[in-house]
């Protein structure tokens, strides 16, 4: 039963580099959000998918991009990593809305440099 | 526009105490609201919601809630800390009825320490 998986768990960037964040999730939930987490901060919402096909922007979509080709899988990429996108990031799914309650990944610890 | 304002950003209490979180909100619409916890190291769990049910709400863990419309309040409550407690605690509120897709509004979190 493993819910939201989140792949890496940590990981150091270059300034400039790119890399993605993958998120899968075996609920078959329709919703699924990104977020980053920044020290003493609530979370923030970069990206959201209500399904496959689906996906629109958060509060702070500035410098990622996300695709939804399938139900599973949610994506997020950087393109040109920058030092302000230090962060932990974490991909959530619901079955419906939000009122349903969230399942979330167990983060992914990016630090550019 | 909703917000919500946990209103510590540290607790701490002795094991055995009781644990007093605070949060207040801020919406244009009936909320809904929810309290999640994170452990070190880990995602986010939640631990109990309001949906405009029953205003006293229970939750994992021997934690409850207690919606308060006059107070615009939804303290998080329990009465007795256990070590397994300390984490932090975030306070969330749905942006609006029903509309859940373009996320929730998260608080700051409160860190909670417990003391032996």
């Known amino acids: 039963n493993a819910g939201v998986t989140q792949t890496p768990k940590f990981r150091i960037l270059k300034i400039g580099q790119s890399m993605t964040l993958q998120c899968t999730q075996d609920m078959n939930h329709n919703y699924m959000y990104w977020y980053r987490q920044d020290p003493g901060m609530g979370l923030k919402l970069i990206y959201y998918s209500v399904g496959a096909g689906i996906t629109d922007k958060g509060e702070v979509p500035n410098g990622y991009n996300v695709s939804r080709s399938t139900t599973e899988d949610f994506p997020l990429r950087l393109e040109l990593a920058a030092p302000s996108q230090t962060s932990v990031y974490f991909c959530a799914s619901s079955h419906g809305t939000a009122e349903d309650g969230y399942t979330f990944g167990s983060g992914t610890r990016l630090t550019v440099v | 526009a909703q917000s919500v304002t946990q209103l510590d950003s540290h607790v701490s209490v002795s094991e055995g105490t009781p644990v007093l979180l605070r949060c207040n909100y801020s919406s244009s619409y009936s909320p809904s609201l929810f309290w999640y916890v994170q452990h070190p190291n880990k995602g986010l769990q939640l631990l109990l919601k309001?949906?405009?049910?029953?205003?006293l709400v229970k939750g994992i863990n021997g934690f409850e809630a207690e919606f308060k419309k006059s107070e615009t309040s939804f303290h998080l409550t329990k009465p007795s800390a256990h070590m397994s407690d300390a984490a932090e605690y975030f306070c969330?509120?749905?942006?609006?009825?029903?509309?859940?897709?373009?996320?929730?509004?998260f608080g700051k979190g409160t860190h909670l320490i417990i003391q032996p």
């Open positions: 969330v509120v749905i942006p609006k009825r029903g509309g859940g897709a373009d996320g929730l509004t």
């Open positions: 309001y949906t405009s049910a029953a205003t």
